[in-house]
């Protein structure tokens, strides 16, 4: 841990300026409705090129996006065979971050495979292993990919992320480091993003340390916290699928507003007390209910505000939506 530390200084330490992050959400919701769930991109500010952050959603969240003039900085050209939405699918996204194999963070991407161009995917070993033996295998799609069983179409190129070590991203400006948590002990992934100095962590679907009885969010913390304290990190994406009427036994390894304030109190440990005090925080995967008398995200929205123990900057984003930090 150190010895990253010691890297991640070093390269801060080399860049004199920063330009910052974009992210567009194709897919807020954590589900139940098909069509916008767990979905981002991210840019540094000073090119056009994204990274998506899963892809639960690609297509539809890209339709939103250009209704809401979230690409309006992003040339089209005039004479492209492409529609705008085609044009960015295809040219602009130039791979894909999986933080884990389950169904709303890789529909938008397998469904939308067959107009894809050659990229690469990007994940934990356990994560890969997913995509290739049960996701691109000739039963349940084609193999679009480099590698597994059948014929590959070399579309996609998987490329396996070693926790704690700095990875380029192939076709941006991003580098990436990544860090392994527990999801209802299945293995899931935070992502931290390095732009020019400049740093963005992006969480998957996370449990509870202590539900999970996992370290997994406290050693990500550990990293984080010097860059809150030097004032490098722009902003946390953070899930919390349920409000606080869940129980710990219904989480199956979610968040909810009471265990981010319990666990930004660790953050807190490791950056120094009142260090989170404006630092942005947006909220990801928030999963609504089907009950008429239930409105998962208002509930979770005021929770948040109501009890905002740390002083954070709480964000929560629509599909087609753009933040910059």
């Known amino acids: 841990m150190k010895k990253l530390l010691s890297t991640i200084f070093f390269i801060s330490s080399l860049v004199s300026y920063a330009e910052g992050f974009q992210i567009i959400t194709l897919g807020s919701d954590g589900g139940v409705m098909d069509g916008n769930i767990s979905g981002y991109l991210i840019r540094d500010k000073n090119e056009e090129n994204f990274i998506a952050l899963d892809a639960?959603?690609?297509?539809?969240?890209?339709?939103?996006?250009?209704?809401?003039?979230?690409?309006?900085?992003?040339?089209?050209p005039q004479d492209t065979e492409w529609s705008d939405i085609g044009y960015i699918f295809r040219e602009k996204i130039k791979?894909?971050?999986?933080?884990?194999?389950?169904?709303?963070?890789?529909?938008?991407?397998?469904?939308?495979?067959?107009?894809d161009?050659?990229?690469?995917?990007?994940?934990?070993?356990?994560?890969?292993?997913?995509?290739?033996?049960?996701?691109?295998?000739?039963?349940?799609?084609p193999n679009f990919s480099n590698e597994g069983e059948g014929f590959k179409l070399n579309q996609y190129k998987y490329?396996?992320?070693?926790?704690?070590?700095?990875?380029?991203?192939?076709?941006?400006?991003?580098?990436?480091i990544v860090f392994p948590l527990s999801h209802s002990n299945y293995e899931s992934t935070m992502f931290l993003l390095e732009n020019n100095g400049e740093?963005?962590?992006?969480?998957?679907?996370?449990?509870?340390?202590?539900?999970?009885?996992?370290?997994?969010?406290?050693?990500?913390?550990?990293?984080?916290?010097?860059?809150?304290?030097?004032?490098?990190l722009k902003a946390?994406?953070?899930?919390?699928?349920?409000?606080?009427?869940?129980?710990?036994?219904?989480l199956f390894g979610h968040l909810?507003?009471?265990?981010?304030?319990?666990e930004f109190k660790v953050l807190e440990k490791y950056s120094g007390k009142g260090t989170l005090k404006g630092l942005n925080v947006v909220i990801t995967h928030i999963k609504p209910s089907l009950k008429k008398s239930?409105?998962?995200?208002?509930?979770?929205k005021k929770e948040l505000l109501n009890n905002n123990i740390h002083g954070v900057k709480y964000y929560f984003p629509t599909q087609g939506e753009s933040l910059e930090f």
């Open 95 to 115: 791979g894909y971050l999986i933080s884990h194999g389950h169904l709303d963070h890789i529909s938008g991407l397998v469904i939308s495979s067959t107009e």
């Open 236 to 250: 946390i994406m953070i899930e919390s699928s349920f409000d606080n009427s869940k129980d710990d036994k219904g």
């Open 117 to 141: 161009t050659t990229k690469d995917i990007y994940g934990l070993n356990s994560t890969i292993e997913t995509l290739k033996n049960n996701v691109f295998n000739w039963k349940l799609w």
């Open 199 to 232: 740093y963005m962590a992006y969480y998957g679907d996370v449990g509870p340390d202590k539900v999970e009885n996992s370290n997994g969010l406290e050693e990500s913390f550990k990293v984080l916290g010097p860059l809150i304290k030097d004032k490098k």
């Open 294 to 300: 239930d409105n998962t995200r208002e509930n979770i």
């Open 256 to 262: 909810s507003p009471r265990w981010i304030n319990e």
């Open 56 to 76: 639960g959603t690609v297509l539809p969240g890209i339709k939103s996006g250009l209704e809401k003039e979230s690409f309006k900085n992003i040339t089209i």
């Open 159 to 176: 490329q396996v992320l070693e926790p704690n070590k700095i990875k380029d991203l192939n076709g941006t400006n991003l580098k990436v």
